[in-house]
């Protein structure tokens, strides 16, 4: 049985998201919300194809830990990324990181 990706999703179900929620994590089966680039999901390639369908609406970051140092460092790499992904707008799923 094959795995649908985070990215097939947010292709499918373009017209009907309205409210993301995004952390990092690492492989496994636990839920572990890493402030984003502690682990190892693609958040930029998720952030491009974001922006590629048009989103445009809220994005929580669901980052917990202790110290909020790691919930700044996230809202402000989310900020990068984001504005990284408008530079390369019109150019959809074949953006490199």
Do not use: C, P
Request: glycine letters at 8%; aromatic letters at 8%; a positive charge.
């Amino acid at each position: 049985m094959a795995r649908t990706t985070a990215g097939e999703l947010i292709e499918r179900f373009a017209s009907k998201l309205a409210y993301v929620h995004l952390h990092d994590n690492r492989g496994g089966q636990a839920d572990l919300h890493l402030a984003l680039g502690m682990g190892d999901v693609d958040i930029a390639a998720h952030v491009r194809e974001l922006r590629a369908i048009g989103y445009n609406a809220t994005i929580t970051l669901e980052v917990f830990a202790r110290d909020r140092h790691y919930l700044a460092y996230s809202r402000d790499a989310l900020r990068r990324l984001w504005d990284a992904a408008k530079i390369n707008e019109g150019f959809g799923h074949n953006l490199t990181k």
